[in-house]
């Protein structure tokens, strides 16, 4: 079974940045979907970003420019690194990993909800102006 614990969340004033990172506990599969979601109160389920097992990155326009996602080279951790948060920014963050082979795409991996099948808890990001 494969486990995420997120970690890194916490409140930022406009402009400022937080570093997200993902711990992943019993992933061995050598292709692979990662990723980062994320929901405001009101809100749809947004993908904010995935990575592939080559390392290709898909974003959302919202954060391209600012979000950078990236994996150690073990393969056991995610990061999301956010750049120049903006209020809008401001949600629960959650890590994903599909185990299923749902999510590649051509171009790296999708980013929509129900390709993922493994979710941590979440971690929030408060942006304030």
């Known amino acids: 079974q494969v486990q995420l614990v997120e970690s890194g969340g916490g409140s930022v004033q406009v402009g400022g940045s937080l570093r997200l990172s993902c711990a992943v506990v019993?992933?061995?599969?050598?292709?692979?979907?990662m990723g980062w979601f994320r929901q405001a109160p009101g809100k749809e389920r947004e993908g904010v970003g995935t990575i592939a097992s080559d390392g290709t990155t898909n974003y959302a326009d919202s954060v391209k420019g600012r979000f950078t996602i990236s994996q150690d080279s073990a393969k056991n951790t995610v990061t999301l690194q956010m750049n120049s948060l903006k209020p809008e920014d401001t949600a629960m963050y959650y890590c994903?990993?599909?185990?299923?082979?749902?999510?590649?795409?051509?171009?790296?991996?999708?980013?929509?909800?129900?390709?993922?099948?493994?979710w941590g808890q979440g971690t929030q990001v408060t942006v304030s102006s």
């Open positions: 994903v990993v599909d185990t299923e082979g749902r999510a590649p795409i051509a171009g790296g991996c999708s980013r929509w909800e129900y390709n993922y099948n493994s």
């Open positions: 019993g992933f061995t599969y050598t292709h692979y979907c």
